[in-house]
């Protein structure tokens, strides 16, 4: 079977960028294992002993056949990073994968899936493999990305004409943050609940006043919730804007400021503990 046009190009960016980083590439490279497995590699990066498969599956193939083909390349020393087209991730330490697409300009970007995932340009994801930037899972110890996402607010009040300022919430992502967008969402906290956190309520308001103009985010007390919590309100006539308000302005916020945290500092309750969520590869 012929291969595709789409095919030969990653094979070809592959091995030029194994050889920009200082590795021997090879095309196509063939070897038996000692039970007579015989694989190919589409591409067979070398350097310093190490050796790496980078493999462009092109047709569907299952978990398990990611790993039988894996175990064929481990009798032989070798290392596999996986480049499909998969929409069925199933992120595993097992399997170094990532799916790879297309963009309308000619480009080639590979996404990991994750939270809120990460989007590399296929050059990029090809060293980050090579030079161990790609890792599996994180931990609460690990640095996350903090952004104060931004939006406009009218008081609700009919009788005040207050316009202001407000943070539906704050996004975050983890890993390196140029291949994670803010606004994918899959992680955020509220303003009440970061409240809840000595350490991240004093760093967020830190940095608030840093940027300047948000005296109006402090702790109000509400009468539908008979607590105090962190929060916006006007700043024209003081009233609150509620939890149960805030997240309607989230599809017009935007990222005004970021800062980095981790998991311990920023929630010690974990806050986003839930059995899948560190099960992924992580560009750092």
Not at 54 to 75: F, G, K, T
Not at 195 to 216: N, Q, S
Not at 251 to 278: C, H, I, N, S, W
Request: proline residues 4%; aromatic residues 10%.
């Amino acid at each position: 079977m012929a291969e595709t046009k789409q095919h030969l190009e990653l094979k070809q960016l592959v091995a030029a960028v194994g050889e920009s980083e200082g590795w021997t590439a090879t095309l196509e490279a063939s070897e038996t294992t000692l039970t007579g497995k015989r694989w190919i590699a589409d591409v067979l990066l070398e350097r310093d002993g190490r050796r790496v498969a980078v493999e462009v599956q092109w047709s569907p193939q299952s978990h398990e056949a990611y790993i039988r083909r894996q175990d064929v390349y481990a009798a032989s020393g070798v290392e596999v990073v996986w480049m499909h087209r998969t929409n069925k991730l199933r992120p595993s330490a097992q399997v170094m994968e990532g799916r790879v697409h297309e963009t309308a300009e000619g480009r080639y970007e590979v996404f990991l899936e994750g939270y809120p995932g990460q989007t590399l340009p296929a050059a990029d994801f090809v060293k980050a493999a090579l030079n161990g930037s790609i890792k599996f899972g994180f931990s609460s110890s690990d640095p996350i990305n903090v952004y104060v996402l931004q939006a406009e607010a009218e008081c609700w009040h009919r009788e005040c004409d207050g316009v202001y300022k407000m943070i539906p919430m704050l996004g975050i992502t983890i890993g390196n943050p140029k291949y994670s967008d803010p606004m994918a969402l899959k992680l955020g906290i509220s303003l009440s609940k970061i409240g809840r956190y000595p350490v991240a309520k004093e760093k967020l308001l830190k940095g608030l006043d840093d940027l300047g103009g948000w005296e109006h985010v402090k702790e109000r007390y509400s009468r539908t919730m008979e607590e105090s919590y962190l929060s916006c309100g006007c700043p024209k006539c003081g009233r609150i804007l509620g939890d149960h308000f805030t997240i309607h302005y989230i599809y017009d916020a935007v990222p005004v400021a970021k800062y980095q945290a981790t998991m311990e500092t920023l929630f010690r309750d974990q806050e986003f503990d839930g059995p899948d969520e560190t099960k992924m590869w992580v560009a750092w």
